[in-house]
C-alpha cells in the first residue's frame, strides 16, 4: 500500500476534504457557523446621558424666575394700592397733603398725627353721597384709579 498524498483521505480515493474541516492534517480548525451573538434581541442602545444634571438645573432655574416675578408682581400690586384702599373702619388717618389735594396715610390711632378715623368705608363707588347717611360724618374722601373707587367717611380725631 501507499501513502497517500498528504492532505487527502486514504479511503475516500479522489476525494478533497472539506476546507476547514477540524481533525485533518495541516488544515486550520474553524467553526461551521460563528458563533451567536450574545444579545438575540433589539439592538443596545448607546448608553444614556448622565440624569439629574443641566436638565434639573434649568427646570430649577426657570422655575425660580417665576416664583421671583410672581413675588415681584404681588410686591407691586401691594405697594401701589393706595391707603384708602388697604384701610379699614376703625383705622385712623394722617393727611400728608393739602385740602385740595389730600394724601392720607394710615397712621396708630394713639399717635399725635392721627387726624381722621375712618367710621365707614364703600367699595367700587365713588359716590360720597353715601357718606350722608353714616351718622358721626365729618369729612367724605374718595379716591378713583387703579380699577378700585374708594369712599371713606371720617370723623376728625
Known sequence: ????????????????????????????????QPYPPYNQGAPVPPPAAPSGGRGKKIMLRIGGFIVVAILIAVGKWYLGKSDAETTAVGDCLHNK????QPDLKNTDCSSSDAEFEVIEKFDDTSSVSKCEAVKGTEVSYYQTGGGHDVVLCLKNK
Open 97 to 100: 397733603g393739602t385740602q385740595s
Open 1 to 32: 500500500m501507499t501513502t497517500p498524498p498528504q492532505g487527502q483521505n486514504p479511503y475516500g480515493q479522489g476525494v478533497q476534504p472539506h476546507p476547514g474541516q477540524p481533525g485533518q492534517p495541516g488544515q486550520p480548525t474553524v467553526p461551521q
